[in-house]
């Protein structure tokens, strides 16, 4: 999803005629251009620009251009990098595309060949992140509600008469009962299945980013806003909109929300032209929203308008006739064969589980990686439910981990590579903050590259608007 309007192309050449040479064809295709004599002001405008190709020079002052190919690679794997070289060291160009450029161009330039790789790159760079976010969303997506109890029929049903139509849902229920299973469900059982299913997560997003995040922005709506952006409404259309824990969502949001479903238009940030959306909302909340409502926490004709069709997930403890379909289901995807013995199954019908089928997941993963063995009873099986906090006395929490505050609750019970992003967030936002917001001191003071640490802090949405550059 590029979210330029224009492709941005960065040129890295010690040689100014080169660097003249290349901007104006590729200003004339209209590309958006930036230019650097050497490797490490290079990598300070892909600090701050966002760049989809990358023209590198092989020989460079101060870092070599494989090297510095290394680097790129390393901190902005998305970019396709084409290395320039002269006669005298085709080998190095050679040797760049063996270790990842995406082609080279060969001194004295000719402008056909400039403008076919640079096509070229770019289209394979699209392919590239299509290709990453179709993956994402078949390795992320259960596609469908596993279970048979009568609660999880009932759902499917709705499920299913809810995809029928185009209509506003509201999915609620518990941490961790598959209110985003559900969500794809629909999706992909509705006419817009073959449209993008674009997530949401109000609770994740600060405060101060949600509306260009949503919305999108023109470039130089605000400090930070070097390009025009596309927002979620936008990437959405013709597909499904996924509004994930809305219940979080500021009052000043929820407004701007309610405004674009009544009139189904929208302006981006900063930009005056009138977009038409067409997208169809799915919310869910963890939370119960007429409470909310009652409370002033949550707009009562918001609620209205996302409440049309409610689809509520029961907690797994209502329905542990899910707990045996489920727990087989996880251990096949994990390829384990575990029979559980009968006094193993009244164990998990009898728990209560707060973490919900999540929980139930983290469960079949310790089976399969701790026990060994065809078969497992309730005294083996009481030792991994114990690890995962919450047996013995029904609402046991996970302890704190030492020196560490202010992490969800929930935190030990996620799969491992959700925990590890929750905290490196939660890590990153903290040593931001102590560093006054500057980039280039935090890198210095936890030790990463400031490439890498921008990356992260993009991945994460940390403010960017806060962050500032040293003078
Ligand atoms: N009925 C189900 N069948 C198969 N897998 C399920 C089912 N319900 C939940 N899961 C799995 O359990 C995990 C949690 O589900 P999901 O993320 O949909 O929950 P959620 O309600 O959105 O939770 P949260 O409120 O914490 O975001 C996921 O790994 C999901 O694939
Ligand atoms: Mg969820």
Known sequence: MGHTMSPAILIIDDEPGIRQALASILEDEKYHVHTAEDAVAGMEILNREKTDVVFLDVLLPKLGGLEALEHIRGSWPELEVVMISGHANIDMAVRAVKGGAFDFLEKPLSLDKVLTVCRNALAIGNLREENRRLQKNVSLAQRELIGDSAAINKVRALVEQAAASDARILITGENGTGKEVAARAIHLRSARADRPFVEVNCAAMPETLIESELFGHEKGAFTDAVSSRKGRFEIARGGTLFLDEIGDMSLSAQAKVLRVIQEQKMERVGGEKTIDTDVRIVAATNKNLEEACARGRFRQDLYFRLNVIPIHIPPLRERPGDIPL?????????????????????????????????????????????????????????????????????????????????????????????????????????????????????????GIYPSNLHAKLKKYGIAAQSIKREP
């Open 326 to 446: 489920l727990l087989c289901h996880f251990l096949k995807n994990m390829e384990t064969e575990i029979k559980l013995e009968n006094d193993a199954l009244e164990l998990l019908a009898s728990h209560d589980w707060p973490g919900n089928v999540r929980e139930l997941r983290n469960l079949a993963e310790r089976i399969a990686v701790m026990h060994s063995g065809g078969s497992i009873n309730r005294k083996e099986l009481m030792g991994l439910l114990n690890k995962s906090g919450g047996l013995t006395a029904g609402k046991t929490r996970s302890p704190a981990l030492p020196g560490v505050t202010a992490l969800p609750d929930t935190l030990l019970e996620q799969n491992f590579s959700d925990a590890k992003e929750s905290f490196e967030k939660r890590y990153l936002e903290f040593q931001i903050s102590k560093n006054n917001g500057i980039i280039s001191r935090t890198a210095e003071a936890i």
